[in-house]
């Protein structure tokens, strides 16, 4: 198991001036750091991989559909913009070193309709699932779709909705993850519906249920650990938790307060959250197997 971090906690672009910031990380045990792809070019991620590598830091992005990337728009102009900019997230995180795009690359963050998705929408998304994926295939990148509550997007919400619209989409390149927060808010049980997205789940965001440090709220951590083991995956668990940092980003998610006294309780007890609970889990299903 790996342990990460995403860095859209202080920032939507990492530059030189994160070094303290990634060192800390470092220091306090993190695998691996989320970093987010809104803007720069593929030369820049190079750069900042090859300092992250040297950190030893292992890497994935995170990236949202914006406005005039809508891949479910009636304007065939907009979707065809919307597969240009997947496919500069494919190339930014492949110069980055980083295997997986996470987030909710498959409709406009915080556009709505005023009613549920269309057939017409579902169509276009699967066809810009296709292509986005066979472009990411090529350069060894998956996308790990991230369904969001509600009040973020109305086209995914739910891992069943998810896991049924991955099968359809039916691509190598194109699969699922869990979010710990929006399960919270959609899923009659969301211990159960790590099951339900498992045969799609490629990644994991641990997020407290107001955003805050993980093991400070109400998530039913320890059985969400044991469903995770039970479920074999073995991939990364990151750290997602949201300030003020990034004024579009905490309007998008609605995020008007702090959650927590200072980002170093998120990062340093988040980290010891997750690696004490996913021991316990392991001790957890040994005892029960015995």
Not at 238 to 254: D, H, K, S
């Amino acid at each position: 198991m790996k342990y990460g971090f995403n860095l859209l906690l202080w920032t939507g672009h990492v530059t030189d001036e994160h070094a303290p910031l990634l060192k800390a990380l470092k220091e306090t045990g993190y695998d691996s750091v989320e970093v987010p792809v809104f803007e720069g070019t593929p030369d820049d991620y190079a750069r900042r991989g090859e300092q992250l590598a040297a950190l030893g830091f292992d890497v994935t992005a995170v990236s949202v559909l914006g406005a005039g990337h809508n891949c479910l728009s009636d304007d065939r102009a907009e979707r065809e913009a919307a597969v240009d900019r997947a496919k500069w997230v494919v190339d930014c995180t492949r110069a980055l070193g980083g295997p997986i795009v996470a987030g909710p690359m498959h409709s406009q963050l915080g556009h709505f309709t005023g009613h549920g998705p269309t057939a017409e929408e579902r169509r276009r998304g699967i066809e810009f699932h296709r292509r986005a994926g066979d472009h990411a295939h090529r350069h060894g990148v998956r996308f790990a779709l991230e369904a969001l509550n509600r009040f973020e997007c109305y086209f995914l919400n739910t891992m069943e909705q998810l896991a049924d619209y991955l099968d359809e989409v039916d691509h190598p390149a194109v699969k699922g993850m869990y979010d710990t927060f929006h399960a919270n808010i959609e899923e009659k049980d969301p211990v159960a519906a790590i099951g339900t997205i498992r045969r799609h789940m490629i990644h994991v965001h641990i997020s407290e249920n107001d955003r805050g440090t993980p093991g400070k709220g109400h998530v039913p951590w320890a059985a969400t650990y044991r469903a995770l083991r039970a479920s074999a995956y073995d991939g990364r668990l990151t750290i997602e938790a949201f300030g003020r940092a990034v004024p579009a980003l905490a309007a998008a998610t609605c995020v008007w307060r702090d959650f927590f006294p200072n980002e170093e309780e998120v990062y340093q007890f988040g980290f010891e959250h997750m690696k004490q609970g996913w021991a316990d889990a392991g001790a957890d299903r040994s005892d029960r197997q015995a």
